[in-house]
């Protein structure tokens, strides 16, 4: 079986709602397809999320990675041999994650539809459904609590509240929202590098009532001695998000004992493959692990869980960025039941993209 055909295009989804966080306030975002045809009639489809602030790559960078890169990688070679063809990619897209991904994506789903097995079951088949939080952007208190609240009534158990910009705020945040839901509801917060050092000891004192799950990225990603030092002084499980970009983020987070947790995101990381590399090292070093997403079409999503549903050590889900895409083309590439991801149960990712 050979590549015989291969293409990408970009895909412009605007939210239903736009968010803010600590760093910037997002309204819509683009996302990069790829179809990967073989001679035996079998396609593979991938998706790549760039992100200038996270990834450090835009839609036409993609673009030119694909035409540059991995198209003469890919024509004519053996789609099976997927270690063989991302080890060829690799150097060449050093520091261009969300292209890796992309490709990842593709050939991971095309080695599940040769198999006639949903992905999961093949990476192992750990558990077969997985709860994920949903998150509320930086919002007024009384937004904050509203949204909580219909979140609760849809059936989601676990919440992830953003922060970052106003500690006095955050903390006035959590607590109310904490108040409104009840103690059964899991409350996670992120401060996506906003805080200083003072502050996120202050927010942990102030917020200690609340039962906080765990707390992400509270300091920022260049600063790593103060995030260990957070680690180390806090109650509360502390997890990397931005500061974990590759393996070698992983094992020098691990190796120094600077947090408790890690945020595996497949745009930051460079797809599945080092994905569960770099869960590996979580594990070996006793860390817990949350699989996380930016604003992901579905496939992208599915691809995430698919990856967590087959590790144990996963144990946490933030699998929320497809919700509030509009004209998303992969809707139903994953299924949402009261909280709950499921995967379609179809070979491969689980979707096929008309074409």
């Excluded at 889900?317 to 149960?345: Q, S, Y």
Aim: aromatic share 6%; with cysteine; glycine share 8%.
């Amino acid at each position: 079986m050979k590549i015989i055909n291969c293409n990408i295009w970009a895909v412009t989804m605007t939210l239903s709602e736009p968010y803010a966080i600590a760093y910037e306030t997002v309204s819509k975002t683009t996302n990069v397809f790829i179809r990967v045809e073989t001679s035996k009639g079998i396609v593979g489809f991938g998706c790549a999320a760039p992100d200038l602030q996270v990834t450090g790559e835009t839609p036409e960078s993609v673009k030119e990675d694909f035409n540059r890169v991995i198209l003469p990688a890919l024509m004519g070679s053996d789609p099976l041999r997927r270690a063989l063809l991302m080890e060829k990619m690799q150097t060449s897209l050093t520091g261009k994650p969300s292209a890796l991904a992309l490709v990842d994506m593709a050939l991971f789903d095309i080695l599940g539809k040769v198999s006639g097995l949903p992905l999961y079951r093949i990476l192992g088949g750990f558990r077969t459904r997985m709860k994920t939080s949903i998150t509320i952007s930086i919002l007024p208190v009384p937004d904050t609590v509203k949204k909580a609240l219909t979140f609760v009534e849809k059936g989601f158990q676990a919440i992830k509240i953003k922060g970052g910009i106003d500690v006095e705020k955050d903390i006035e945040r959590i607590l109310s929202v904490r108040a409104a839901v009840g103690d059964k509801i899991a409350l996670r917060f992120d401060a996506n590098q906003g805080y200083s050092e003072d502050e996120i000891f202050h927010f942990v004192r102030a917020t200690r009532s609340a039962n906080l799950e765990l707390i992400e990225q509270p300091t920022p990603r260049k600063k790593e001695k103060l995030l260990g030092r957070v680690t180390r002084q806090v109650h509360l499980p502390i997890m990397a998000d931005e500061s974990l970009m590759d393996l070698r983020d992983a094992f020098r987070l691990a190796r120094k004992n600077l947090i408790d947790m890690v945020n595996i995101k497949l745009m930051k990381v460079g797809g599945i493959d080092q994905a569960l590399k770099i869960n590996a090292v979580a594990r070996a070093a006793g860390l817990d692990v949350m699989v996380g997403c930016m604003d992901e079409a579905a496939l992208s999503i599915a691809a995430g869980l698919h990856f967590a549903l087959s590790c144990p050590n996963v144990a946490y889900a933030d699998l929320d960025g497809h919700f509030d895409l509009l004209d998303d083309p992969t809707e139903g590439a994953v299924i949402l039941k009261k909280g709950v991801l499921h995967p379609t149960e179809k070979p491969g990712l689980g979707f096929d993209l008309p074409f």
